[in-house]
């Protein structure tokens, strides 16, 4: 059974997720933020929302 999340606990999770991809390194930060569209099935604005904070961010806040 799954369990249904809010839509800003999988934006979390999708941060979280692309800074630990970051931190191993060789990876695009735009084929980052598509893979975790696709593993945390995020919306457009949530993926807009993704490219504006880590433009903004340039370093992770959960490290």
Do not use: Y
Not at 44 to 56: I, N
């Amino acid at each position: 059974m799954t369990t249904i999340m809010p839509a800003s606990e999988l934006t979390r999770k999708a941060i979280a997720w692309i800074c630990e991809k970051q931190d191993e390194g060789g990876h695009a930060l735009s084929t980052l933020i598509e893979e975790a569209s696709a593993r945390f099935n995020l919306s457009p604005l949530d993926v807009e929302f993704l490219q504006r904070f880590f433009k903004e961010n340039q370093d992770c806040p959960v490290r």
